[in-house]
């Protein structure tokens, strides 16, 4: 057996190689002699998982007999039982055997992309030392890897301690050596490898090759500018809300694509490859990245993509250069300290534009120079201000078909008027809010969730007021991605009229200290207000300065904390109308009883711990009963008169 690892150009195009030599070698006639073989054997584990899940590759290549293959499912049924992780599952001795029966006959050739942060001896797997066979491998588990050469160096030194590989492999030449067409075809058969995932069968290779150049110049963009929209956050937003991915599933496909789609650059070799990427004359991308390119680019030919980062100032040159993209990022670059002031007007021109997100910029908030931009369904701002309070003539035009919102660090409180809600009603589906004192969100019928899984606060939100979201399922989703800061400083949440909330906020700890008011309203499908997020562990969760509760129409309600003691020692008010489910109020301690308004049946069916747990009637004032009553408490007949 020979061993071959191959590193590529800095880690540059080492997976596409190694596809294509699995590809093409078998129907290379006539054959060097040295290059015949009887079997080629191409086994991609980038995603590792175990080395059982690897053997089972080998096995399927091979086209082992049924009763072999059902060693697996056998197998792993003992190990689920065994509690056994399927990272520490191994190979089996039995299809090992089969395997080395196999191969031992044959001189053959298998290409392995290893996933792993090991290297694997293939004994393991049945595949002898002493077989007559080649095998060339390498280590991927990024899309695309560019590094320099401290990095190679270290991938050498861990092979060298590994001792079963016989042959190191590198690109002499840098990777910017090669022409502009052949370093495309290595990015798009970079590209190609994740396109043949399972999770991405009957994909359009060519649309996989446009979502990862895209998602490699959104990355190479916040490398430069290190703004706020890191790349992950939206990769599905962008693909979707540019149109690289259409249909009917598409929502489905780029969610699927998102994770296998990552970059590990170093920044000096991260710049040359994009370098060798704007050399391609058909490139879809422009890149301007100080004043002086903004006017002196190399063409006046229309762009699809424009990435660009400027100091102070923006150049009516660029109104044409952006005229015809679907996808513009623009930003100042932070350590300025400067905004980036862009006149009224500046995007009227760009009929196609879908995506948009602007960083340390200034403009009119009123009247916003995208106001005509009907196209538009992704909205980004990151630390912007507005420089003008005079209103345009007008209509938002860029609103009637806007998916997303994201708004990080930036006080645009116009957008959340009720009338620009309206316009917003058909089609939003995602607000992301960061870094803002309060959130206002009204008459989205496509919402699903305010703040999605992972959403960020630094703790400066102080209000969530959410009316009308017809599908909402929640506020803010489980997954809170750093307790740290979540929601320190919010003190009023109103919900009104969101019939298929099940619950608006995850809790964690520490949670609501500064919360003084709950109001929530028609909301008929909420079960609890606040729920124990993933890692909420307590027993009883305290909110010290809720002073006010009103819950009026929510017949699903059982209790404001799911499974957990509810305590609020500065509770004064509570008012309840047609919460007829629900059966628990919280523990107050403090020094004056809280006034409570409530039906008499549901006071009557409530439910209690007792006075030495401090949660007893006597502990709240006399409740006032309202004259409030379920129509089918009413006899028929009654007359009112």
């Known amino acids: ?19 294509s030599i699995a590809e093409v070698l078998p129907s290379m006639k006539p054959y060097p002699p040295e290059l015949r073989f009887d079997r080629t054997i191409y086994i991609d584990c980038s995603r590792w998982k175990s080395k059982r899940v690897m053997q089972r590759k080998i096995a399927e290549e091979l086209k082992l007999d049924n009763e072999t293959m059902a060693s697996f499912d056998k197998q792993d049924e003992e190990d689920d039982f065994s509690g056994v992780d399927i990272c520490s ?11 080395s029966r196999i191969l031992s006959q044959s001189r ?45 160096h270290s991938i ?39 396109g043949r995932c399972p999770c991405l069968q009957n994909i359009d290779l060519e649309i996989v090759a446009d979502c990862c150049l895209y998602g490699f110049l959104m990355y190479y963009h916040n490398k430069q500018n290190t703004n706020e929209f890191v790349w992950p956050a939206h990769a599905s937003n962008y693909w979707t809300c540019d149109g690289i991915i259409q249909g009917a599933r598409a929502l489905e496909v780029s ?30 991308f422009l890149l301007l990245e100080d004043d002086n390119k903004f006017v002196y680019s190399n063409s006046n030919r229309p762009y699809r993509w424009v990435f ?66 009907q196209t538009l369904k992704f909205i ?18 860029c609103l009637q078909n806007l998916r997303v919102i994201d708004l990080r660090y930036t006080d645009w409180v116009e957008i959340f008027h009720e009338e620009k809600m309206e316009l917003m009603t058909n089609q939003l589906m995602e607000v992301n809010i960061e870094g803002v004192r309060w959130c206002r969100v009204e008459r989205s019928s496509n919402l699903d969730v305010v703040f999605p899984q992972g959403a960020d606060e630094d703790g400066r939100l102080e209000i969530i007021w959410a009316s009308d979201l017809l599908k909402a399922h929640c506020i803010w989703s489980r997954g809170i991605k750093s307790s740290d800061g979540y929601l320190q400083s919010l003190q009023h949440l109103h919900l009104r009229s969101c019939p298929s909330l099940r619950f608006a906020l995850p809790m964690a700890l520490p949670s609501f200290p500064s919360l003084e008011t709950l109001h929530i309203i028609h909301c008929g499908d909420l079960r609890h207000i606040f729920v124990p997020d993933t890692e909420f562990q307590s027993t009883s969760i305290e909110f010290p300065k809720l002073t006010t509760i009103h819950l009026h129409d929510l017949p699903s309600l059982r209790q404001i904390c799911e499974a957990v003691e509810m305590v609020a020692p500065a509770l004064e008010t509570i008012r309840i109308r047609g919460c007829w489910s629900l059966r628990r109020l919280p523990r107050s301690q403090g020094k004056q009883k809280p006034a409570i308004e409530v039906e ?19 502990l709240y004032q006399p409740p006032q009963h309202s004259r409030y009553y379920k129509n089918k408490r009413m006899p028929r007949g009654t007359l009112l008169g």
């Open 600 to 618: 008499k049946d549901v006071w009557d069916a409530l439910e209690w711990d007792g006075v030495d747990a401090g949660h007893h009637p006597s």
């Open 380 to 397: 980004g701002l990151d630390r912007c201000k507005s420089n003008s309070t005079v209103e345009l003539q007008g209509k938002w035009a």
């Open 156 to 194: 050498y030194r861990k092979i060298k301690e590994g001792r079963y590989t016989d042959l190191f492999i590198y690109g002499y030449q840098d990777a910017d050596k090669f022409s502009s067409s052949e370093f495309g075809a290595l990015f798009r058969e970079e590209a190609a490898t994740i």
């Open 308 to 373: 660009a980062i400027s100091n102070d100032t923006i150049e009516e040159a660029m109104q044409t250069k952006m005229a015809s993209a679907s996808s513009i990022f623009l930003a100042t670059q932070m350590y300025s300290g400067g905004l980036l002031g862009i006149p009224d007007g500046f995007f009227e021109q760009c009929s196609s534009l879908c995506v948009l997100v602007l960083s340390c910029c200034a403009f009119n908030f009123v009247s916003p120079p995208f106001l005509h931009c």
């Open 108 to 152: 053959f050739l298998m290409v392995f992309l290893n996933g792993s942060d090991d290297e694997i001896p293939l004994s393991t797997f049945g595949i002898a030392d002493y077989f007559d066979c080649v095998v060339i491998w390498t280590w991927s588990r990024m899309f695309l890897t560019v590094m320099d050469v401290s990095y190679l």
């Open 255 to 284: 969610n699927a694509l998102h994770p296998e789609v990552s970059f590990e650059c170093r920044s000096y070799e991260l710049k040359r490859v994009v370098e060798m990427l704007k050399m391609d004359p058909k490139a879809p």
């Open 89 to 99: 599952r191994d190979a089996i001795l039995n299809v090992s055997a089969a395997i």
């Open 1 to 19: 057996m020979t061993m071959i690892y191959f590193q590529g150009w800095y880690g540059f195009g080492r997976t596409g190689v190694l596809r």
